[in-house]
């Protein structure tokens, strides 16, 4: 029974590059969120989607990023022509989102922009 | 003003000590959640509460809903349980996203 899955563990790119991180949540999960943790600070709220529709992108920066959950495969968070600032641990997590408020967390990501 | 705050920030211990960490929280939530985080490592979940007291092992957690007010305890504590400790919270009804406090860095010396 695998655990949220992120891929890949470690990325690095140069500015102006694209990042595509990818999150496979729990089995028999649909509820996906996306968390950003800046070096030495905590963790953020980015986006929640479900299935084919984003619920919350409250935390989204305007520009640059953009996240989907597509009816087949992994919910991929994609930053355009990336900054040093972007470099951060990106985490995501999965709900049943059947009632509870339990969130199982991925190993992250962990972006550096050289 | 956060609208999760935790105390302390560091707490640094010697083995066999009884450790509290506590988080007070500013809004109306649905579920208060205690979250461990080992050096580059990643996020796991020690417990979910609304109301009252959980137990797991040696970690005890505990909520008082009216004074906005949770505490995360640690008994015979011991090297391994140094990490990140982040107290995070539910907010309202029906949100599901996560809103978390800056976390206590917890060190146990032998």
């Known amino acids: 029974n695998a655990g949220v899955m992120q891929n890949p563990r470690h990325l690095v790119r140069r500015r102006g590059q694209e990042a595509r991180l990818r999150c496979s949540p729990m089995?028999?999960?649909?509820?996906v969120y996306w968390y950003r943790q800046l070096p030495e600070e905590g963790l953020k709220f980015m986006v929640y989607?479900?299935?084919?529709?984003?619920?919350?992108e409250s935390g989204m920066p305007k520009e640059r990023f953009s996240a989907e959950f597509p009816k087949e495969g992994p919910s991929i968070l994609r930053i355009q022509q990336v900054v040093r600032g972007d470099s951060a641990a990106y985490f995501c997590a999965s709900s049943s989102g059947t009632g509870s408020y339990e969130q199982y967390f991925g190993p992250g990501t962990r972006l550096t922009v050289t | 003003k956060n609208e999760v705050e935790q105390s302390p920030q560091n707490l640094t211990a010697q083995e066999g000590e009884f450790i509290t960490i506590n988080c007070s929280y500013s809004?109306?939530?649905?579920?208060l959640h205690w979250l461990q985080q080992h050096p580059g490592g990643g996020i796991v979940s020690l417990f979910m509460?609304?109301?009252g007291k959980k137990k797991h092992g040696r970690l005890i957690a505990t909520i008082n809903i009216q004074e906005k007010h949770s505490s995360l305890h640690i008994t015979a504590s011991h090297p391994r349980d140094s990490a990140v400790y982040i107290c995070a919270v539910t907010p309202g009804q029906g949100a599901q996203k996560l809103v978390f406090g800056q976390g206590t860095r917890l060190t146990i010396n032998p």
């Open positions: 989607l479900q299935k084919e529709n984003i619920i919350d």
């Open positions: 089995k028999g999960h649909s509820h």
């Open positions: 809004v109306g939530i649905s579920a």
């Open positions: 509460l609304s109301s």
